[in-house]
């Protein structure tokens, strides 16, 4: 009985931690922008951190890679759920790049709009263009910048192919991209499918027998070393497939 207790005290006791954060962080979310890039992405990351608490997924980071990451990378990442727009940034000092539909969710939307992420509908190509010129000039800031070269939420498993962006920027720009691996051990619960809402996925995971999110970071990959992105995508897609393989099968 004590042992319950004691669980949802804990879980109360982080829901308001939550609650009280994300107000705070709504109010400040009207900074001016010029003021809000000098603390709100770190302040985001918390954030991230804080609602991953309230949640009640166990995140774990596998650090795979034998050298340290550089300063400055891509960071790409297979995309099975919702649940990578908290994670990724509550373990990499990372900007993403979402579908422009995240811009309009419910807190969610404003704190990442503060927070200084990217956004592209995916459907246009005059705005995937736009989103790659953005994410060169910020590279070129020194930011470190999140993709999912997917293309959107494709299942649990790797897609059949991975979409150019990341490794035509990472060729031009010199730029190393770090590759992710994501691994969720409930992978039913956390995949999102149509037609399900955000409501639906975050219920799924706070209700999942199984909580623990398995993020494995390998060595940054140097563009030096391919001669198109071509070839660049199908070297890292053959790669995760292997991980799907050895993490996921």
Not at 3 to 27: E, G, N, P, S
Not at 92 to 103: G, M, Y
């Amino acid at each position: 009985m004590f042992y319950y207790l004691f669980r949802i005290l804990k879980y109360l006791f982080f829901w308001v931690d939550f609650i009280l954060f994300t107000a705070l962080a709504l109010v400040l979310s009207g900074l001016p922008k010029f003021i809000l890039n000098t603390f709100y992405p770190r302040m985001f990351r918390w954030w991230c951190k804080s609602f991953i608490r309230a949640l009640n997924v166990d995140l774990r980071l596998h650090q795979k890679n034998a050298r340290p990451l550089p300063k400055n990378y891509i960071l790409i990442a297979n995309h099975p759920s919702a649940f990578e727009d908290l994670g990724v940034p509550a373990l990499f000092p990372v900007f993403s790049l979402a579908k422009v539909e995240v811009r309009k969710w419910f807190l969610v939307g404003r704190v990442s709009w503060a927070a200084g992420t990217l956004y592209v509908d995916r459907e246009s190509r005059e705005s995937r263009a736009a989103a790659g010129q953005q994410i060169e000039d910020e590279l070129m800031k020194g930011k470190n910048i999140a993709l999912y070269p997917e293309g959107g939420c494709k299942g649990r498993r790797i897609f059949e192919d991975f979409r150019y962006g990341a490794f035509d920027i990472s060729l031009r720009t010199g730029v190393p991209i770090v590759p992710v691996f994501l691994h969720y051990e409930s992978q039913e619960d956390f995949e999102w499918t149509a037609p399900q809402t955000l409501i639906h996925k975050l219920w799924h995971f706070m209700t999942t027998q199984n909580n623990r999110a398995n993020y494995y970071v390998f060595d940054a990959l140097d563009p030096k070393e391919y001669t198109s992105k071509e070839q660049f995508m199908e070297a890292v897609h053959k790669m995760y497939i292997e991980w799907q393989k050895r993490y996921l099968e």
